[in-house]
């Protein structure tokens, strides 16, 4: 049975480094390349970091309910398309999404299961300074960055885990530890406990 891990941050927290970790370490995930409407940056690779689509093809996919989940963030729209689950559970491999809070609570009412994972910088000051380190945004949108963000973490409590990103290496682990305990118990419930049980006949 396949799972559905989500991983929520606000930006600036390490998250993407967190999930290029995550997919290194552990090869039965496949990551879920979302489509946005925004332009790429820096080292961006169209394909793997975003499928990069026209305001106008989004907002057609939207209209024919293709998205599992959707948002607009800071003027521009992000997606994850169905096609992405459906593939995943064809393959036997879980699916990893990076998605921000309203993708989240949106992608919880479509699969109830999926485990979603809350990442939080150590503080607001290792924020601010991971997105001036970027060198990508001016100071009007790191302040908004850093507003954003005051509001994000204030629906940590609504994620199954939550993980401080002090040190990638015990991030990583810790989210390695979250996905092996979720495939457990996800196994334990659907593969192994019934073909046991049967061995014993009925049981009461």
């Excluded at 970091?49 to 729209?77: H, I, T």
């Excluded at 419930?189 to 009461?204: A, H, N, V, Y």
């Amino acid at each position: 049975m396949s799972c559905v891990f989500i991983i929520s941050a606000p930006s600036g927290s390490g998250k993407s480094t967190l999930v290029r970790e995550l997919l290194r370490a552990e090869p039965k995930l496949v990551f879920s390349v979302s489509y946005t409407t925004r332009q790429p940056r820096g080292q961006e690779v169209a394909g793997e970091s975003y499928q990069y689509v026209s305001r106008e093809s989004f907002m057609e996919m939207l209209n024919r309910d293709e998205f599992l989940e959707w948002a607009e963030v800071f003027g521009n729209f992000y997606g994850t398309h169905r096609s992405v689950w459906d593939s995943a559970v064809e393959e036997g491999k879980d699916l990893l999404l990076d998605i921000d809070v309203q993708g989240e609570q949106q992608l919880k009412k479509k699969i109830p299961d999926a485990v979603s994972i809350f990442v939080l910088a150590p503080s607001r000051a290792i924020l601010e300074q991971r997105l001036r380190a970027r060198s990508e945004d001016a100071e009007a949108v790191i302040q908004r960055r850093l507003a954003a963000a005051a509001n994000e973490i204030r629906n940590y409590h609504a994620y199954d885990y939550v993980i401080v990103n002090d040190q990638v290496e015990e991030a990583v682990r810790s989210l390695r530890a979250v996905i092996g305990a979720e495939r457990v118990r996800r196994q334990r419930m659907e593969d192994r406990i019934r073909p046991i049980l049967e061995t014993f006949g009925e049981l009461e």
